[in-house]
Structure formats: C-alpha cells, structure tokens
C-alpha cells in the first residue's frame, strides 16, 4: 500500500502542471479505483495504451491511463508521437463514475454533476483527441492549447501541428490561460466556469439525491436541517452559492440571489462581464 500512496504522489505532481484542484481532490474520490487496477495498469505497454485511450469509459480507466503513462512511458518518443496522431480523433466516449471530475463544458451540457470541489480539467476527456492532449500536457509539461468541446477541425489540426513540431525539436509558442489577477478562486474565474455554476444551482434530481447520500452517511439526517451548519455543506449548491458571491464581490452570501435570479441575471448580462484586475471581481459593463 505505501508503494500505491507513493506512486499516487508522484503523479498528483504531474497533474498540477496540467489541472487545478479546487478546495480537494484526491485519488480516493475515483469511482472504481483498487490497487489491483492501479498495478495491473503499470503492466500496460505503449500499444496497450494507446488503445485503451480511444476505449475508456470511464474517469476511473482515463485516470489509470494517465498514470500508467506519465509513470512508463514520459520518455518514449514513439508513444508521444503516436499520440499527437489522435489529437483530430473527434470520437465521444461518454465517461462514467466521474465524482469530483470537473470539466466546465460538460457540467454546462449535463454530462458531469458538480459537487462543489474536485479537479477541474480543461481538456474535454470525453473524446479521445481531449485525452491524448492530456497525456501529452501531463507527459511533457507543455501546453499548445485545449481540446474543448467547442474544438473546430481547424483548433484541432493546429493544436496537432504544434505538438509535431515540438516533439521534432522545432520552436513553437507555448499557450498561456486568461489571467485573472487577484482572483480569490481562479479556478472558477472563467466566464464558462461561471455559466456552469450556475447551471449547477438550478433542480436537478440527481443533484439532490447526492445530497440525501451524504446527509445520510455523514450527519444520519434524511432531510437538511433548518439552521444552518456543517450539514450545509453536503449540498453542492453552498459551494457554488459562496464561488458565485466571491467572483461578483458580494461581501456576504445574498440570499435573494437564488437559482432563478443567476440564470436570469446571466441571460440578460453574460456578454457584458468584464474583470477588474484591481478587486478580483467581474463587473457588469453598461
């Protein structure tokens, strides 16, 4: 078991170049994940591999094919360039069991259900040409762009392009994120964060049956109580609540600002948000 701890640290390096964690995440929290997986995946070859990362269906097997990879196969060339090959495969392969997995575009379109905290990933993993970008960020520490969901033939060729000629050792210009100067929670600061958030706050069935979950297991509660304490916190909502405050500069929580006011505050003002670098805060530009 010290050895699996050790090697899970390991890769938790590499994934910081790569994704940010927000408030926690920990292997623990993947869906699936043993320690026979996790040492069966480090037998795996280059071919093995590049083969499970056009199948994997689920967060659990993206998550194994990452660190089987960044623990095997950082310095094999062939593997790298075998990769790029699949940055213009548009396949979907909607993935499964993705607790604390965030990906903006797929909690806004409904395929993920944010939870309030856990790893946001910009790369749309489900498609393989997002995954083999990820292997080749986590591989090599570079960044040459994202493969989102709104990726257009022509994003995707010129991302592939940059990464043959790097790994041909010609020069190109690395990618560099927005900034968000003196954000509280840059990892929500970006405008398609924003919109997913909100998206978050409004009904949603599975949503509260993840909250029952945890009312149960961790306060023995069947419905969240009145007052307010720790047990608010099994609701995804109180996290968004807080982000959205945060990025808008309330000074504390307003609670006339429900789901219906941020949906309909977005419609009516999304193309009109611009960041204050001197207060860490979007404004609403007239």
């Not at 509660?221 to 307010?228: Q, V």
Request: proline share 2%; glycine share 4%; net charge positive.
């Amino acid at each position: 078991m010290k050895k699996l701890l050790l090697t899970f640290f390991i890769f938790s390096y590499f994934l910081s170049n790569a994704q940010k964690v927000l408030v926690s995440w920990g292997q623990q929290t993947i869906e699936g994940l043993t320690e026979e997986k996790f040492n069966d995946a480090q037998k795996f070859t280059a071919e093995q591999l590049l083969e499970k990362n056009r199948n994997d269906k689920t967060w659990c097997d993206v998550f194994l094919t990452l660190n089987s990879s960044v623990n095997n196969q950082s310095k094999n060339s062939d593997y790298l360039k075998a990769l790029t090959e699949e940055l213009t495969n548009k396949k979907v392969t909607p993935l499964e069991g993705t607790s604390k997995l965030i990906i903006w575009d797929r909690i806004i379109n409904g395929d993920i259900l944010f939870e309030g905290k856990g790893l946001v990933v910009e790369n749309d993993l489900f498609t393989v040409a997002g995954r083999a970008n990820q292997l080749l960020q986590n591989l090599t520490k570079k960044n040459f762009g994202y493969v989102t969901i709104n990726s257009t033939d022509e994003d995707l060729k010129t991302i592939k392009s940059n990464w043959i000629k790097f790994l041909s050792n010609q020069p190109v210009e690395e990618y560099h994120s927005t900034e968000f100067k003196n954000s509280k929670i840059p990892e929500t600061s970006s405008l398609k964060a924003i919109e997913a958030l909100i998206v978050s706050i409004q009904n949603n069935p599975k949503k509260d049956q993840l909250t029952k979950k945890c009312l149960q297991k961790v306060y023995k509660l069947d419905e969240m109580p009145k007052e307010k304490g720790p047990a608010l916190y099994c609701s995804p909502d109180t996290h968004s609540y807080a982000y959205l405050s945060m990025l808008f500069g309330d000074q504390k929580l307003d609670e006339t600002k429900n789901a219906a006011w941020w949906k309909k505050f977005w419609n009516e003002n999304h193309a009109k948000l611009t960041w204050n670098s001197d207060k860490g805060i979007y404004d609403v530009k007239k």
